[in-house]
Nanobody
Framework: VQLQASGGGLVQPGGSLRLSCAAS????????IGWFRQTPGKEREKVAC????????TYADSVKGRFTISRDKTENSVYLQMNSLKPEDTAVYYC?????????????????WGQGTQVTVSS
């Protein structure tokens, strides 16, 4: 099971980015996939998650209405569309899976992690 996050970069406040999480070794639609982010000195926080059971999605309050998580089975990828970006969204973003169908609140339930991708929101 391998995950790879990509799509980060530098964007101005109010701009948009789309992050991609690609999988190898298993079909991404087998499991729930979460997006997390981390800034120096802070614990990694869950930003969004999409379950396998019914495709339901959950979001952190700080990103609701701005970020959208989605799954593309043909591309074996999960995306995080980030709109109306703010400087406080600056972080390294990771995708991860618990290896199960449901999303979990605790990041410790997620045993498989991809490399992070840096998102910087700055003018």
């Amino acid at each position: 099971v391998q995950l790879q996050a990509s799509g980060g970069g530098l964007v101005q406040p109010g701009g948009s980015l789309r992050l991609s999480c690609a999988a190898s070794g298993f079909p991404l639609d087998y499991y729930a996939i979460g997006w997390f982010r981390q800034t120096p000195g802070k614990e990694r926080e869950k930003v969004a998650c999409i379950s396998n059971s019914d495709g339901s999605t959950t979001y952190a309050d700080s990103v609701k209405g701005r970020f959208t998580i989605s799954r593309d089975k043909t591309e074996n990828s999960v995306y995080l569309q980030m709109n109306s970006l703010k400087p406080e969204d600056t972080a390294v973003y990771y995708c991860a899976t618990p290896g199960r169908r449901l999303c979990y609140e605790s990041l410790y339930e997620y045993g498989y992690w991809g490399q992070g991708t840096q998102v910087t929101v700055s003018s």
